[in-house]
């Protein structure tokens, strides 16, 4: 079984709506869950973190954890068609230690 | 903008020769990581340096080794490189930003083995 599981979509949709974008993992020993966007051709680059359960909000961008479902999700709010991107989840058991990744969902957002 | 630099970008080599993939960093991060990435799989984790000197293996088996003698250079060597070793490698180094959490990646270099 994958330590964790990403729909990768793709996801498209259209300019101004609401996406959600979800991963699961089977490990219970995570506390520490991010979300990276990679664009074509770059590296995927951090856009933010939350440590156990909880909500976390920032501008746009909204992260939930339910540790008790083992389900993180990434809410974006009034999506533009420069959040297209390929969203991936990551977890850590210890901050700055190994990290797992899911495989990441591709999102585009239509003019 | 990361300060983290991957060469080549690109690079395709036939079957047999020795490959180093280098990666540097000029933000003086403790922490470097090699991962590697597939189309629709998730990023491997096959080497990591928590600093000079020190090199562990990731989860995924991997036939690459790599050296830390400096802090800002984790080079990634195949010393016969194989049609399976094509794939798209990243490297990323991370400080005590965010608790350690924020990795900064490079462009990755994409490998093709012949």
């Known amino acids: 079984q994958k330590e964790v599981e990403q729909d990768p979509g793709p996801l498209s949709v259209p300019e101004g709506a609401i996406v959600s974008l979800n991963c699961t993992y089977s490990?219970?020993?995570?506390?520490?869950f991010m979300w990276y966007r990679q664009y074509s051709r770059k590296g995927p680059e951090l856009l933010m973190y939350?440590?156990?359960?909880g909500n976390k909000e920032d501008g746009r961008f909204t992260a939930q954890v339910d540790k008790s479902s083992k389900y993180i999700s990434l809410f974006i709010r009034d999506s533009q068609p420069s959040d297209s991107a390929t969203y991936l989840c990551?977890?850590?058991?210890?901050?700055?230690?190994?990290?797992?990744f899911g495989t990441g969902t591709s999102l585009t957002v239509i003019p | 903008e990361a300060d983290i630099y991957q060469t080549p970008r690109y690079l395709v080599i036939g079957t047999g020769k020795k490959i180093t993939l280098e990666c540097s960093q000029t933000?003086?991060?403790?922490?470097m990581y090699w991962y590697q990435q597939d189309p629709g799989m998730e990023l491997h984790l096959i080497h990591y340096?928590?600093?000079?000197?020190?090199?562990e293996k990731g989860d995924l088996s991997s036939e690459s080794t790599v050296s830390r003698i400096r802090t800002e250079h984790f080079p990634l060597t195949l010393e016969s490189a194989r049609p399976s070793h094509t794939s798209q490698y990243l490297c990323?180094?991370?400080?005590?930003?965010?608790?350690?959490?924020?990795?900064?990646f490079g462009p990755g270099t994409r490998l093709t083995v012949t």
């Open positions: 990551a977890m850590s058991g210890t901050a700055g230690n190994q990290f797992y």
């Open positions: 340096s928590y600093g000079v000197n020190s090199t």
């Open positions: 933000m003086g991060h403790d922490k």
């Open positions: 939350t440590y156990s359960s």
């Open positions: 990323a180094s991370s400080g005590y930003r965010d608790r350690g959490l924020r990795q900064y």
């Open positions: 490990n219970s020993a995570f506390q520490y």
